[in-house]
């Protein structure tokens, strides 16, 4: 049995161990900070590493110098806001003005414990915990006022991490007037940025790439959305906000994701337009060309600086070769439909599956103007068929 003495002295030489271990000890939060900023195996930030191990990209550590902007920590917001966290960004700045309730307990990463409090400074609590080797900058306004919209565009302006605009401005609003806002804001400062956004159905979704004067603005034409096929009233329900369907929102989201990252590190193709329709797993894509007449004045602006540069590449553009089917046909006879729409006056080309959200009303006819029968082109779908009812 060993001694008072020895025990007392094998007391010691831990107590010394343990004090020298205490140290050179890292605390925690510092050690999570010195491990996201080396680019090791054991990184638990460099959540990008696969994409260079599979030889996708290069330099994946470069997310860590960009910034994005998030307009609305909402369904679909809430998601991309965490992703892209995890995918290490180097600065997030996120604008709302709505305060969590127990109704958005199925944004996915909202708790319980945060109803009452804004969305955004909810939103940077839990962002920060998973991630914080992010900057996160929260803006509790709305910016559709006239205040509010100047202190926005100040934000994605400056806001980046050495104080110039930031790389890419991420649409993920519910509403018309926040979506002109920012398309208003963008093209004024030139900016790229994606607008997304989930059906009030719940069973389609859209994202949509915006490059100032190279593609369609968000005011160059109505609105897109997937068509559904099937009747809504079937669908709504009293007192049921639909629409926060977690999945349908995950899903839009991960194509916002994934198509910001692919633009921001440079892999892949990013999709212009991508839908996506829960039914029947359709995802319709195309190019939108800006319009011409577009109300936007700074679109205009932004289309004559275009013409001046390269295009933009667009994937779905197919060129058909002009020359004779035949190459004895020395009459030049082809055969047309009858039905396709005529080049010169069609100003939309849509891919099937997709639809415009409304119709917008052509110029005034001699018909219309002297009182006469109003233009079938004038008339919406449902007016169309309410006058076949009446017949």
């Known amino acids: 049995m060993a001694s008072v003495e020895e025990l007392q002295k094998?007391?010691?030489?831990?107590?010394?161990?343990?004090?020298?271990?205490?140290?050179?000890?890292?605390?925690?939060?510092?050690?999570?900070?010195?491990?996201?900023?080396?680019?090791?195996?054991s990184n638990p930030y460099s959540r990008l590493m696969a994409l260079k191990r599979m030889g996708i990209v290069d330099n994946y550590e470069k997310i860590r110098e960009l910034s994005v902007a998030v307009v609305g920590v909402g369904g679909?917001?809430?998601?991309?806001?965490?992703?892209?966290?995890?995918?290490?960004?180097?600065?997030?700045?996120?604008?709302?003005?709505?305060?969590?309730e127990l109704a958005n307990m199925n944004r996915l990463f909202f708790q319980p414990h945060q109803a009452g409090l804004s969305k955004v400074d909810a939103a940077a609590a839990t962002l920060q915990a998973i991630n914080p080797d992010v900057a996160i900058e929260a803006h509790n306004y709305n910016i559709t006022t006239v205040d509010n919209f100047q202190k926005?565009?100040?934000?994605?302006?400056?806001?980046?991490?050495?104080?110039?605009?930031?790389?890419?401005?991420?649409?993920?609003?519910?509403?018309?007037?926040?979506?002109?806002?920012?398309?208003?804001?963008?093209?004024?400062?030139?900016?790229?940025?994606?607008?997304?956004?989930?059906?009030?159905?719940?069973v389609s979704g859209h994202i949509q790439f915006i490059v100032p004067g190279e593609t369609a603005c968000f005011a160059c034409a109505p609105p897109l959305v997937v068509a559904s096929k099937i009747d809504e009233k079937t669908l709504k329900k009293d007192g049921v906000c639909a629409a926060s369907l977690p999945t349908t929102m995950g899903i839009v989201a991960g194509f916002?994701?994934?198509?910001?990252?692919?633009?921001?590190?440079?892999?892949?193709?990013?999709?212009?337009y991508l839908?996506?329709?829960?039914?029947?797993?359709?995802?319709?894509?195309?190019?939108?060309?800006?319009?011409?007449?577009?109300?936007?004045?700074?679109?205009?602006?932004?289309?004559?600086?275009?013409?001046?540069?390269?295009?933009?590449?667009?994937?779905?553009?197919?060129?058909?070769?002009?020359?004779?089917?035949?190459?004895?046909n020395q009459w030049g006879i082809s055969l047309v439909d009858?039905?396709?729409?005529?080049?010169?006056?069609?100003?939309?080309?849509?891919?099937?599956?997709?639809?415009?959200?409304?119709?917008?009303?052509?110029?005034?006819?001699?018909e219309s103007s002297t009182g006469g029968a109003v233009a079938a082109s004038e008339l919406s779908l449902e007016d169309l068929m309410q006058q076949m009812k009446t017949m």
């Open 10 to 41: 094998k007391v010691s030489e831990l107590e010394a161990k343990l004090a020298a271990a205490q140290k050179n000890a890292v605390p925690a939060r510092e050690k999570i900070q010195v491990m996201s900023s080396e680019v090791v195996d």
């Open 76 to 100: 679909v917001g809430s998601v991309t806001a965490e992703m892209l966290t995890r995918c290490g960004i180097g600065k997030l700045i996120l604008f709302d003005y709505d305060k969590v």
């Open 152 to 202: 926005f565009c100040d934000s994605i302006s400056k806001g980046s991490l050495i104080g110039g605009p930031v790389d890419l401005v991420l649409s993920c609003v519910d509403n018309f007037e926040a979506r002109m806002a920012i398309n208003t804001a963008c093209n004024e400062l030139n900016q790229r940025w994606f607008e997304s956004g989930v059906s009030e159905n719940a």
């Open 256 to 272: 916002l994701v994934q198509n910001t990252l692919k633009h921001l590190l440079g892999f892949g193709n990013v999709s212009y």
């Open 275 to 328: 839908g996506y329709s829960a039914l029947t797993d359709f995802f319709p894509t195309m190019t939108l060309k800006p319009n011409p007449q577009c109300e936007e004045a700074y679109c205009r602006l932004r289309q004559t600086e275009a013409q001046g540069r390269p295009r933009v590449e667009l994937a779905t553009e197919v060129t058909e070769d002009a020359g004779p089917v035949h190459h004895d």
């Open 338 to 366: 009858e039905n396709s729409p005529d080049e010169e006056t069609s100003t939309l080309s849509l891919v099937d599956g997709v639809q415009v959200a409304y119709s917008v009303p052509v110029e005034s006819t001699p």
